[in-house]
């Protein structure tokens, strides 16, 4: 049996009208020779809708009680998608996350996946039913419905292809993963093969349509992904062990990019070890979501911090630093909340070296100070001041044919 | 423990103001001492709109699914009652009928409840919560959703009452059963005590608020059943086994008019036990619902036969007498289209003779005739023409004490 699990988003099945596309090309695919497994998101904004709803009965609403509105859902998408299935004459059948015994962990709005009960898909796939399954939901041990956060219809479709050994393709409303966001990078290129480390830096980047999470899970399992466009035919993108093998001249895979930091430089801290510690705990119990950091240690034995965070987080940082400014008046700092900050990501920097300096080099011949960087095995992240942000991506881009 | 289960229908719940002023509602009976079970059904039209949506998709959605749909619409407003409930301080949750392992019948969308597993409530209501039931729902044995099709969350509640041993109150949009609808009948009188069985009777013709089914399930376990106005504290109707047994004077308890039905009169049949048989016969095959049934024998042998059937079976009808008129072609028939059927119901008949003569005069007294007659133990109905309608109402009203 060749089993197929494919995953439509909410756009995807955003109308009646989409639905009944949707159900045509898994009929195709089943037309095909495969056994399908469908995983659908909730309808459009549905959730959004839900999620109005409860903030209009209380500010904040208990979690467990939300999840038993949001899993309402996909309950609706799976069954409107199983009637246009059956209405087109194919036999189909809808379950939901505790139907199917989605075994999930307790923690309700954000619970992971412990196990998937497959029994009761593989006796409806060997009935030759497409099986449609609900997204983005589970259940507890106790029989408590749950929902898996963020990315969580993706983590479904993975973890079933994952159990029932078959192809996974995510279905969404672009035509794959791109090199940067279009919007950013003009004539940015569609990348025909990512790796799943680099597929997971740009997702915690926030860019390129699938969530990290999902990714993470099809890497522990090497189960290939293909990210592809519901209403288009066009070759999208796969995402599996090693990447593109066959392109080994590409260095960079792709770029993000993001306005939404602020960098903060702290000055004449104590230098020792208990310093940097201080600081950085305090961030880290408040919340802060601190990124890149560096620092240096002056002739004189004073210590420079600087670090980034989201400029959302100002006025926590602003309230540490005031608070400790009490304990050691001669500190002082400086908040930049005019920078971009870029990353570029590609697993081609761990056997070409110089990647850096090709960067820094570029920048230099054109007069743009790098304020900050940061660099991984696979990843070099930097700021600049937000007025170069389009200069920037445009050099990088055209540098590491990150274009077409 | 006390228990009481209390059901709020779905205008009742119809907006999240609602909600909020059903919690209130709640929380007063829980602060009278009370362990409080609630039924919900779905928020004001979502039923409505979900079948839309499901007729969007396809002209004949499958039943199966066509449950998988609706049953969100409860989940959707025990989800959003419960954190209405919490966010008010008191402990509440809520369940689905899967969830309680509300056991029906595989019927889908008209499935009969076999057995509730009440060991969660009672678990619940021990730790003190508040528990917010989905009503209208249930799970076959193997794990299905189902629904209980019209009335369904009304025999949700009488069926959880009986088995936890409550009481059960049904919240609706009006304070009460009246002796007859009062756009109807001007003045009509709120009833503070009808037994099951006129309660029956009034459900079957289509009168007063309670579904046939549930007032059964509540004589089935002799289970009091009090109904009322969600948002208003006047006293309103308990429905109990004998009505009311202070006051024996009230021969008639309430009275419905209907203006949907049609008087068909089959003349020069065959007059022999087999030509009836034929006749009604091919009526129940083809699924016409014949109420009143009259016939007479002339002194040549021949029969005429009256009844009453709904007029949007006229159709129906005809074909089934044209096809009998090919085998016996001196049978004739009428059809008049013009008739109100008016339906009085008291438990008194019982004891109280002449109560039909009572009827007769009044009509003979104002020059209006009956077309047709039948008479149970506790109920009488006859037809006159329509236009007499309104007078007929009048003069019962007022002559049997159905008015304030």
Chains 1, 2 share one sequence.
């Not at 469908?38 to 809708?49: C, L, P, Q």
């Not at 041990?141 to 993706?154: A, C, H, I, Q």
């Not at 993001?258 to 305090?282: A, C, I």
Request: proline share 2%; net charge negative.
């Amino acid at each position: 049996m060749k089993i197929v699990v494919q995953k439509y988003g909410g756009t995807s099945v955003g109308s009646v009208e989409k639905i009944r596309a949707v159900a045509d090309k898994i009929i195709q695919k089943k037309k095909e020779g495969y056994s399908v497994v469908v995983i659908v998101s909730a309808m459009g904004k549905t959730t959004d809708e839900l999620v109005s709803l409860a903030k209009a009965v209380t500010d904040n609403p208990e979690p467990r009680e939300m999840d038993m509105l949001l899993t309402t859902g996909e309950q609706i998408s799976i069954s409107l998608l199983s009637m246009a299935l059956i209405s087109k004459g194919l036999p189909a059948i809808s379950y939901t996350g505790p139907q199917l015994n989605i075994k999930t962990t307790d923690l309700h709005q954000k619970a992971r996946i412990k196990d998937i009960d497959v029994s009761k898909i593989m006796e409806a796939l060997e009935q030759n039913k497409i099986v449609v399954v609900a997204g983005f939901q589970g259940v507890t041990e106790n029989n408590e419905y749950t929902t898996l956060g963020r990315g969580g219809s993706d983590t479904s479709a993975v973890a079933l292809a994952a159990k029932l050994g078959g192809n996974c393709e995510i279905y969404t409303d672009v035509d794959g993963i791109y090199t940067m966001d279009p919007r950013k990078l003009r004539n940015a290129r569609k990348i025909n093969c990512i790796s799943y480390e680099e597929m997971m830096e740009m997702a915690s980047l926030g860019a390129g349509v699938m969530h990290y999470r999902a990714v993470e899970l099809a890497n522990k399992y090497k189960l290939p992904l293909y990210v592809g466009s519901t209403f288009s035919d066009s070759q999208g993108t796969m995402i599996q062990d090693g990447g593109a093998a066959e392109m080994e001249e590409t260095v960079i895979t792709g770029m993000a990019s993001s306005l939404e930091d602020m960098q903060v430089t702290v000055l004449n801290l104590p230098s020792s070890v208990s310093g940097l510690y201080r600081l950085f705990g305090r961030m880290g119990e408040k919340g802060v979501n601190v990124d890149m950091i560096s620092q240096m240690i002056t002739e004189d034995g004073k210590m420079y911090v600087s670090f980034t965070a989201p400029i959302e987080e100002l006025s926590i940082v602003e309230g540490i630093l005031q608070q400790w400014q009490e304990e050691a008046p001669e500190i002082s700092w400086e908040v930049n909340t005019e920078i971009a900050k870029i990353s570029v990501v590609g697993l081609g920097m761990r056997t070409h070296s110089g990647v850096a300096a090709k960067v820094f080099k570029l920048m230099a011949e054109n007069n743009i100070a790098i304020k900050i960087v940061t660099t991984s095995e696979i990843k070099i992240t930097f700021a600049v001041d937000r007025v170069h942000e389009e200069k920037v991506i445009d050099l990088i881009g055209n540098a590491f044919g990150l274009v077409v």
